[in-house]
């Protein structure tokens, strides 16, 4: 079985959030809890990620939100490559840029965004309408981190305030993943 990891960003995923309806809906589903979601260090994420990925025995697949998707490409380049091994794709969902304009200024650390290709299979989704970073800088990461690119329309930061519930097309994007590391 692959596990599911549920990586939120900023201000965690709430009720309404797409990552917390998969969580529910599927016990495959774990979310990576973190101790600061409102001023979060991007190292110290990263630390729970491996500590949390490295306790599991068995294949794990990213689900990234915002914030989460630069954590997974500075967590990709530090942690072992046994735990590494581990990892079998990432859906990287609304990447926010640390670099932008419109970027919180509560987390620390999280930019420069590595842009280093990741060493699993990996779609990136932005939106044409996301407050926290432009279509062509997310198509950059994508083309950096060697992923899938796909572009939705006017979902803003593809989060609650979007209107997504459970948004099928996301989950048909993470079958895809899993159907390619089976």
């Given at each position: 079985?692959?596990?599911?990891?549920?990586?939120?960003?900023?201000?965690?995923?709430?009720?309404?959030?797409?990552?917390?309806?998969?969580?529910?809906?599927?016990?495959?589903?774990?979310?990576?809890?973190?101790?600061?979601?409102?001023?979060?260090?991007?190292?110290?994420?990263?630390?729970?990620?491996?500590e949390?990925?490295?306790t599991?025995?068995?294949?794990?697949?990213?689900?990234?939100?915002?914030?989460?998707?630069?954590?997974?490409?500075?967590?990709?380049?530090?942690?072992?490559?046994?735990?590494?091994?581990?990892?079998?794709?990432?859906?990287l969902?609304?990447?926010?840029?640390?670099?932008?304009?419109?970027?919180?200024?509560?987390?620390?650390?999280?930019?420069?965004?590595?842009?280093?290709?990741?060493?699993?299979?990996?779609?990136?989704?932005?939106?044409?309408?996301?407050?926290?970073?432009?279509?062509?800088?997310?198509?950059?990461?994508a083309?950096?981190?060697?992923?899938?690119?796909?572009?939705?329309?006017?979902?803003?930061?593809?989060?609650?305030?979007?209107?997504?519930?459970?948004?099928?097309?996301?989950?048909?994007?993470l079958?895809?993943?899993?159907?390619?590391?089976?």
């Amino acid at each position: 079985m692959i596990t599911t990891l549920i990586l939120p960003g900023l201000g965690n995923s709430g009720p309404e959030h797409w990552q917390t309806i998969w969580e529910k809906n599927d016990a495959s589903f774990q979310r990576v809890v973190q101790d600061n979601w409102d001023t979060p260090h991007c190292d110290e994420w990263v630390q729970r990620v491996e500590e949390f990925i490295s306790t599991l025995s068995g294949k794990v697949v990213l689900v990234a939100h915002s914030s989460a998707c630069a954590l997974v490409a500075h967590w990709a380049l530090k942690t072992s490559p046994l735990t590494l091994k581990k990892v079998q794709g990432g859906l990287l969902v609304a990447p926010s840029d640390p670099e932008g304009p419109n970027y919180p200024k509560e987390p620390v650390g999280f930019g420069p965004v590595p842009t280093k290709p990741l060493p699993f299979p990996t779609i990136v989704v932005a939106s044409t309408d996301d407050r926290y970073i432009t279509v062509e800088r997310a198509k950059a990461y994508a083309s950096a981190w060697q992923s899938r690119f796909v572009v939705i329309k006017n979902a803003g930061h593809i989060n609650s305030n979007s209107g997504l519930s459970d948004w099928p097309e996301g989950l048909a994007l993470l079958k895809e993943l899993k159907e390619k590391s089976a």
